[in-house]
C-alpha cells in the first residue's frame, strides 16, 4: 500500500530567511538557517558515509568534526528509482545517512520541547528524507514548540541485500540505519531543544509500518529511551519471508554477475561471501540500474522487513505482535486502504490469518461484487 502524506507535500517554500544560528553537539558545530523563529538543521550525518566496505554492513557511528558544518540545505536522497512512485528525487547518492531538525527559538531557550521523529512511507524501497516541505512542517509542528526530525535510510538493494549468514551482511539494513538514527536523536536532541524522554516516533505508510514493529519488537527499545511513544498511519502489516528475500537477492546477484562459477564446490559462506565482495565493487549507479531493469521485468521489488534477529523476536507473524510495550500509540487509516493499487493482493498474508489464500479470494470476489461494505 502507498499513501502519501498531503500536508507534507505542498509545494511552496519557506521564504523570509534572517540568518543563521551555529550550535554545538557532542560531535562538533552546526551552522543553521533561520526562518523568523525557526531554526532548520540539515544534511547532519548521523553515520559514516556506507560505501566501499560499508556498502552492505551495519552504520558505523559518524565521527566528530572539525570547524563549522554546513547544515543550511538538504543533503542527497538514499539511492532509488522505483516507477512505483510518483516523487521524483533531484539529487541521490550512495552517502546520505543523514538527519534534518527543525526546531524553535522557544524550544532551544527551554530544552524540554517534545520531539517527532518522522519515517517516511516507500517500503524501504523508495521517496526520501529531503522530499517534503519545509513550511508545512514548521507551520504544523515547529511552531507549535514540537522538534521534528527526519532521519534517512538505505533503500532498496542498498538494505536489502538478504543472505543466510549475517555476519557477511546483516538483513533489515535499514531498520538497523533508523534505530542508529534513534540513537543520535536521544543523544543529541537536547542540543536542539528537545526532550529526549518525550520522543513520539511517527510514519506514515510503510513508516507506519516501522514504528509498529519497533514498537512490538521485545529485542529493540527495552527501556524505552529510544521513543516512548508512537503514531502509525495507513501502515500495511506486510513482513516478508526470509526465503523470499533471499531469493530475490541471489536474482539481483545473477543480474550483476556476481554467482560465482562452480559455485556447488563452495560452501554457502563462500558463496555469500563471493556475491557480497561483488556488489560491493560495482559503481551504486550500476546497481540502481539492475534494480529498475527487473523491477521493469516484473520482478519484485527490494522492500519491506523480514521477522529475523537481532531486530526481532523470530515468530509466526501472526504472533508477532502478542508482545506489547507499555507505550502509548495511535494509528488511523481511511476508508480506502486496501483499495489503492490494484497489486494488492496478500491481504489475507498482511493480515496474518491462517487461511490466507481463502481471504484473498473472498476479498477480492466481494470487491467485484461491491460487497465490502465501504460507503
Known amino acids: 500500500m502507498h499513501i502519501y502524506f498531503p500536508f507534507l507535500l505542498l509545494i511552496f517554500s519557506c521564504s523570509s530567511v534572517v540568518h543563521s544560528l551555529v550550535i554545538s553537539t557532542s560531535l562538533g558545530e552546526l551552522d543553521g538557517k533561520q526562518v523568523g523563529d525557526f531554526h532548520l538543521f540539515k544534511k547532519i550525518p548521523f553515520a559514516k558515509p556506507p560505501v566501499g566496505k560499508l556498502r552492505f554492513q551495519k552504520p558505523e557511528p559518524v565521527e566528530s568534526w572539525n570547524g563549522i558544518l554546513n547544515a543550511k540545505e538538504y543533503g542527497p536522497a538514499c539511492l532509488s528509482n ?122 506514515h505508510s510503510y513508516g507506519g509500518t516501522v514504528a509498529q514493529i519497533l514498537s512490538f519488537s521485545t529485542e529493540v527499545n527495552k527501556d524505552l529511551s529510544l521513543f516512548q511513544r508512537y503514531i502509525s498511519m495507513s501502515a500495511p502489516s506486510n513482513f516478508e519471508t526470509f526465503e523470499y528475500q533471499l531469493k530475490k537477492t541471489l536474482r539481483f546477484a545473477e543480474k ?5 562459477k562452480g559455485s556447488e564446490h563452495l560452501t554457502n559462506k563462500q558463496k555469500e561471501l563471493y556475491m557480497r565482495d561483488c556488489l560491493q565493487k560495482i559503481d551504486a549507479m550500476e546497481l540502481l540500474r539492475i534494480q529498475r531493469s527487473l523491477e521493469d521485468a516484473g520482478y519484485p521489488t527490494y522492500g519491506n522487513s523480514v521477522i529475523r534477529g537481532p531486530i526481532f523476536q523470530e515468530v509466526p507473524e501472526q504472533n508477532f505482535m502478542d508482545t506489547p510495550k507499555n507505550v502509548s500509540a495511535l494509528t488511523g487509516c481511511t476508508k480506502y486502504e486496501a483499495l489503492s493499487f490494484d497489486s494488492y493482493d496478500d491481504i489475507g498474508v498482511s493480515l496474518g490469518f491462517e487461511n490466507p489464500r481463502e481471504v484473498n479470494v473472498k476479498y477480492h470476489q466481494d470487491q467485484k461484487n461491491d460487497q465490502l461494505g465501504i460507503s
Not at 94 to 109: G, Y
Not at 256 to 260: E, R, T
Request: glycine residues 4%; proline residues 3%; contains cysteine.
Open 256 to 260: 550483476a554477475n556476481c554467482i560465482p
Open 82 to 203: 522505483s516507477s512505483v512512485t510518483k516523487s521524483i528525487q533531484k539529487v541521490l547518492n550512495e552517502d546520505c545517512l543523514h538527519i534534518n531538525i527543525f526546531t524553535s527559538d522557544n524550544c532551544l531557550k527551554t530544552k524540554n520541547c517534545p520531539v517527532v521523529e518522522y519515517i517516511h512511507g516507500g517500503a524501504l524501497h523508495y521517496d526520501s528524507a529531503v522530499m517534503f516541505n519545509d513550511t508545512v512542517i514548521l507551520d504544523h509542528f515547529v511552531k507549535k514548540d514540537i522538534v521534528f526530525v527526519i532521519p534517512a535510510f538505505r533503500l532498496g538493494i542498498f538494505s536489502h541485500f538478504v543472505i543466510e549468514d549475517q555476519s557477511i551482511a546483516p538483513n533489515n539494513l535499514a531498520l538497523f540505519d533508523i534505530l542508529l538514527a534513534m540513537e543520535f536523536i536521544k543523544s543529541e536532541v537536547h542540543n536542539f531543544g528537545g526532550d529526549s524522554n518525550r520522543i513520539t516516533l511517527l510514519g
